[in-house]
């Protein structure tokens, strides 16, 4: 198994700009979790997926934070406008049976707001 | 929100020497999770503890879940170089985990 998927691995932009975060879970995994890990703050829960359904999204920082899994193979995450606080790497998770049975992790996307 | 306190912040040991960390909080919670984070990688699962009062091992690794549900430790013995890294502790709780700050351990060949 390829493990989970993440693109792109960095990305540089500039403030105001939109970006696309994208995710493909391990296959048969029925839950998918996006965190966000900063130092100051280090690795939080955005919002996490049940058969492609939104759970829980109450770490999901502002409405400029947008995240959608049309199917079960495929996530993304959505931040617009950017701003350069969002910089962080973020990660994606899957699990098959929930959130407290091992999660397991893609390599993440490093971020960089300028 | 929950919070997890995880100490040490970071360690620098000796190879060989063997190292304990460990989570605390204020909260209750139903699980227990030690994962370990290799640079420019994202974190892997080492040790799940589903039971107050649980010690489970894992090759070199020992956890335990406090009988209080709200700690938990992690003991590696025998350390060498490759155990370094961050180690987080995680508590489930409503189907949530939540993440402590980190252990940065660094092993001196």
């Known amino acids: 198994d390829a493990g989970v998927i993440q693109s792109p691995r960095h990305e540089v932009t500039e403030m105001g700009q939109e970006v696309t975060l994208r995710c493909k879970p391990i296959?048969?995994?029925?839950?998918l979790f996006w965190y966000r890990q900063t130092m100051m703050r280090g690795l939080e829960l955005l919002i996490y997926?049940?058969?492609?359904?939104?759970?829980?999204d109450s770490g999901m920082p502002e409405d400029r934070f947008s995240a959608k899994m049309p199917n079960a193979s495929f996530s993304t995450l959505k931040i617009q406008p950017s701003e350069p606080r969002d910089s962080a790497v973020y990660f994606c998770?899957?699990?098959?049976?929930?959130?407290?049975?091992?999660?397991?992790f893609g390599p993440g996307t490093r971020l960089l707001v300028l | 929100g929950q919070q997890l306190n995880q100490s040490p912040q970071s360690m620098f040991i000796q190879e060989g020497e063997d190292v304990s960390m460990n989570c605390t909080s204020s909260s209750i919670f139903n699980t227990w999770l030690w994962y370990k984070q290799d640079p420019g990688e994202g974190p892997v699962l080492l040790i799940a503890l589903y039971k107050a009062g649980e010690l489970t091992s894992n090759g070199r690794l020992t956890a335990q879940f406090g009988i209080t549900r709200k700690d938990s430790f992690l003991n590696i013995s025998a350390s060498i170089p490759s155990d370094v890294g961050i180690y987080f502790c995680a508590g489930d709780s409503n189907y949530k985990l939540t993440f402590g700050k980190g252990t940065l351990l660094t092993v001196n060949p």
């Open positions: 998770a899957s699990s098959l049976w929930g959130p407290q049975e091992t999660q397991y």
């Open positions: 296959s048969g995994h029925d839950y």
């Open positions: 997926f049940n058969n492609n359904v939104p759970i829980d």
